[in-house]
């Protein structure tokens, strides 16, 4: 049984960790009351950009965009090899429980669809994993931090993978992020951003008798026009809205992993004072009994 110095340093040692858990709860706590407020105050935007979309779609029915997959879906499906990118949001730091975990999970079972594959990251966790792959190519030019997620980073990501979409370097672009179910439970998944299908915007059908009111509207100069100009940021809010929703989950999962870590370490705390206790008293009742022993043995 070790002895009471050592077991007091031990103490010592859980204590310290336990004041750093707690710290980086209190931390995650605040990172998440942020990250919650900042996909508030945007998501009014995005959503009037899905319903003007939604809105030139029922009008003009049979109108085609270039990140549409109407006329081009077919011979996608004809290619030999469809060239995938991937979007993978993961965070900078560990330390989260199983956040980083399942992501690379989910992105593993994407990625072994196919051959031709590329990724760009967002989070550092995500640059650490997929080094040295020789499944993926990995997109250099745009490998982000996760903390902090900010409109300029997703308009950068989304023109870039607009550009090589409309370049025809990309075939379909995913964006592999963590979705928060409740406060305790996440679940990682893919969404498709590219090419984007009308299916996105149907509004739901008004019920029979009931008459769809549609005020009058005119898109200057054209409705291709204002799609051309309304989608990309469309794009942008869905890539945004991605990087909220992991940073989000990702706070969230390190608040818990932290929780669990603080009162693991209170538990150990309670048994090593127990054992601590027990050791001490052994040593008394030792000292005690030394002490009698050697009185007796004088008289």
Same mark, same amino acid.
């Given at each position: 049984m070790a002895n009471m110095r050592e077991? @007091?340093?031990?103490? *010592?040692? /859980? $204590? *310290?960790?336990?004041? =750093?858990?707690?710290a980086m709860y209190l931390i995650a706590s605040s990172k998440l009351r942020k990250a919650r407020s900042g996909r508030d105050a945007?998501?009014?935007?995005?959503?009037s950009l899905q319903e003007t979309i939604s809105d030139i779609l029922d009008r003009s029915p049979d109108l085609e965009g270039t990140l549409f997959d109407n006329s081009s879906a077919l011979s996608r499906? $004809? $290619?030999?090899?469809? @060239?995938? +990118?991937y979007i993978v949001i993961t965070s900078d730091k560990g330390l989260a429980g199983s956040y980083n975990h399942n992501v690379f999970k989910l992105a593993d079972e994407y990625i072994a669809k196919g051959s *031709?594959?590329? /990724? +760009? %990251? =967002?989070g550092y966790m995500a640059r650490n994993y997929f080094a040295g792959n020789p499944n993926v190519k990995i997109d250099e030019e745009f490998i982000y931090p996760a903390a902090? !997620?900010? #409109?300029? @980073? &997703? @308009? #950068? %990501? &989304?023109e870039h993978v607009i550009e090589k979409f409309n370049k025809n370097e990309f075939d379909e672009v995913y964006v592999l992020y963590t979705e928060m179910i409740n406060s305790m439970t996440f679940e990682a998944r893919a969404m498709k951003i590219l090419p984007l299908s009308q299916n996105m915007f149907n509004r739901p059908r008004p019920a029979e008798g009931e008459k769809q009111k549609k005020a009058s /509207?005119?898109?200057? !100069?054209? !409705? /291709?026009e204002v799609l051309s100009h309304i989608v990309p940021n469309y794009v942008k809010g869905l890539i945004y809205g991605a990087m909220v929703e992991s940073y989000a989950c990702e706070q969230s999962s390190r608040m818990s992993a932290m929780d669990n870590a603080t009162t693991n370490a209170r538990e150990m705390i309670t048994e090593l004072s127990l054992i601590y206790n027990r050791v001490r008293q052994a040593a008394i009742t030792q000292e005690i009994t030394e002490i009698v022993s050697g009185a007796q043995s004088q008289e």
């Open positions: 077991i @007091r340093t031990r103490i *010592d040692s /859980v $204590k *310290d960790t336990m004041k =750093i858990t707690n945007v998501s009014p935007y995005f959503e499906e $004809k $290619k030999e090899e469809i @060239r995938r +990118c *031709d594959n590329t /990724v +760009c %990251m =967002i902090e !997620p900010t #409109g300029y @980073r &997703a @308009r #950068g %990501m &989304a /509207v005119i898109f200057s !100069p054209s !409705p /291709v």
